[in-house]
């Protein structure tokens, strides 16, 4: 059965680079595609602190080192990549770009991560690129000297809340809840800094100005009282929604759209396999992306041979 890789990534973030790094060092044909900039959601971290063994780094230093580190093993990489079509039945695997160009494997690892959750409420699709941002080390340094808000009471928010008082005059921290999610470690950093304030279980309604963003509308959720927040920007980390719509059909997946896989990061169909943000787990972190990326290449090494 002769076929263009062995292996064909569809990511090229954490888990993918990983599955790459691996594979590739098993001297297996593979092809790593992204339709954007490797590294996905790392590559927008400010500071990446909890990498074992590595100090202090920017999401895009350990990316472009995962990159580089899996070209040296002899992976083929293509960001920006126009996906047209996607077809993982069968024994072949095939991958067609909007150039007509068909790529073909015996095995597939879908690694497509996630994209941010948006609040969904008024205005927000008006000021996006306006004010609103779903990205710290993108968009912090235009709001400098400037009041912001962050959506968001989870690890994400509270670190970017930190990262992002560099820049802002005053940070105000937007939370449904009455409690942090984030771990106390980063509750504590947060709350120290004398630039954020906090209101909590609030709902947010709306977003308003003229070109761009003027203020965040919000009511507390057991008062009903509403609130209007002057800012020049808003950053929301509300989490994320996985890259799996051209999976539908073609892999099983959950009510949420994560991909289900086994302990071993197989898929319902033969030769898939998922690892990363688009499947389905409780724990979501650049090491665990990289222990999916790990066993996901390992297992589909094995399927390999098991097809030879």
Not at 93 to 118: C, M, Y
Not at 130 to 148: H, K, R, W
């Amino acid at each position: 059965m002769a076929t263009d890789y062995d292996i064909i990534i569809l990511g090229g973030g954490p888990a993918g680079l990983t599955a790459g790094i691996y594979a590739g060092r098993a001297r297996r044909r593979v092809l790593i595609l992204d339709t954007g900039t490797l590294g996905g959601q790392t590559v927008l971290t400010h500071a990446v602190a909890n990498y074992p063994g590595v100090p202090t780094t920017s999401g895009r230093d350990l990316s472009q080192a995962m990159a580089q580190q899996a070209r040296d093993f002899g992976c083929e990489i293509k960001a920006f990549a126009r996906i047209a079509e996607v077809d993982l039945a069968g024994d072949v695997k095939s991958v067609t770009l909007k150039n007509g160009k068909r790529f073909t494997a015996r095995a597939a690892i879908v690694a497509t991560g996630g994209v941010p959750r948006k609040l969904g409420v008024d205005g927000e699709e008006k000021f996006i690129g306006q004010g609103i941002s779903y990205c710290a080390t993108c968009d912090g340094d235009f709001f400098t000297d400037l009041p912001i808000a962050i959506v968001g009471g989870g690890n994400s928010a509270l670190e970017e809340a930190v990262s992002l008082s560099r820049y802002a005059s005053r940070i105000t921290v937007i939370h449904e809840f009455d409690h942090f999610q984030a771990e106390p470690f980063i509750v504590a950093e947060a709350t120290a800094n004398p630039k954020i304030s906090f209101l909590m279980n609030q709902r947010v309604l709306g977003f308003d100005g003229e070109s761009a963003l003027e203020v965040v509308r919000s009511e507390d959720k057991a008062t009903g009282e509403s609130r209007e927040l002057p800012v020049d920007g808003c950053f929301v980390f509300i989490g994320y929604v996985p890259n799996s719509e051209a999976l539908a059909g073609q892999v099983g997946l959950n009510e949420r759209g994560e991909v289900i896989t086994d302990e071993a990061l197989r898929t319902d169909v033969p030769g898939v396999f998922a690892a990363g943000d688009v499947r389905t787990k409780r724990i979501r972190q650049v090491t665990t992306a990289v222990s999916d990326g790990t066993i996901a290449a390992l297992t589909a090494l094995e399927y390999l041979k098991s097809v030879a």
